[in-house]
T-cell receptor
């Protein structure tokens, strides 16, 4: 079974721009969650989607948004990029109920200059 | 406010030794405690998880010990191997893990020397 895939793997953007990251969950998984990983703050929860609905949201500004499609694929968008948004963005999937994410994708490394 | 505190930040263990990583939490509403293993260039992978109704859970060489009254839990890696060298994260969540919002510790970088 293929794992969680994320595209692109690396991205360089300029401050003020916006960016869209994509996540394809494991086949059959209906829940997708997103995390930001930085050396200083560690892993922080961004949001979770289940059946195209946002089920949970972390403590991030409104510049961070996401969506999920009917095939469970998910995208997250960051608008008006700031230098502090440079991070590894990780996506995880699970069946949807009562189960912690078993694995995460390899992440998208975003660098904001 | 850091809700899950993890220590040590780094750990060096000889091959065959026992690696011990500790975590403490503050929110008594947490009721699901997973551990993740992350290799360089990879995303975290679920290693083992425990709920507070048991004090210990073992899977192969990996054991979680849980102390509800002290609000602490730890990961023990028995017979540590060089292949175990990775960063380990403890985490906690509410509602039995049914929600995706895990609160992570800051991680422990484990190096197992041959």
């Amino acid at each position: 079974k293929a794992g969680v895939t994320q595209t692109p793997r690396y991205l360089i953007k300029t401050r003020g721009q916006q960016v869209t990251l994509s996540c394809s969950p494991i086949s059959g998984h209906r829940s997708v969650s997103w995390y930001q990983q930085t050396p200083g703050q560690g892993l922080q929860f961004l949001f979770e989607y289940f059946s195209e609905t946002q089920r949970n949201k972390g403590n991030f500004p409104g510049r961070f948004s996401g969506r999920q499609f009917s095939n469970s694929r998910s995208e997250m968008n960051v608008s008006t990029l700031e230098l502090g948004d440079s991070a590894l963005y990780l996506c995880a999937s699970r069946t949807g109920t009562g189960a912690s994410p078993s694995s995460f994708g390899p992440g998208t490394r975003l660098t904001v200059t | 406010q850091q809700q899950v505190k993890q220590s040590p930040q780094s750990l060096i263990v000889q091959k065959g030794g026992i690696s011990i990583i500790n975590c403490a939490y503050e929110n008594t509403a947490f009721d699901y405690f997973p551990w993740y293993q992350q290799f360089p260039g990879k995303g975290p992978a679920l290693l083992i998880a425990i709920r507070p109704d048991v004090s210990e859970k073992k899977e192969g060489r990996f054991t979680i010990s849980f102390n509800k009254s002290a609000k602490q839990f730890s990961l023990h890696i028995m017979d540590s191997q060089p292949g175990d060298s990775a960063t380990y994260f403890c985490a906690a969540s509410r509602h039995g893990g049914s929600q995706g919002n895990l609160i992570f510790g800051k991680g422990t970088k484990l190096s197992v020397k041959p």
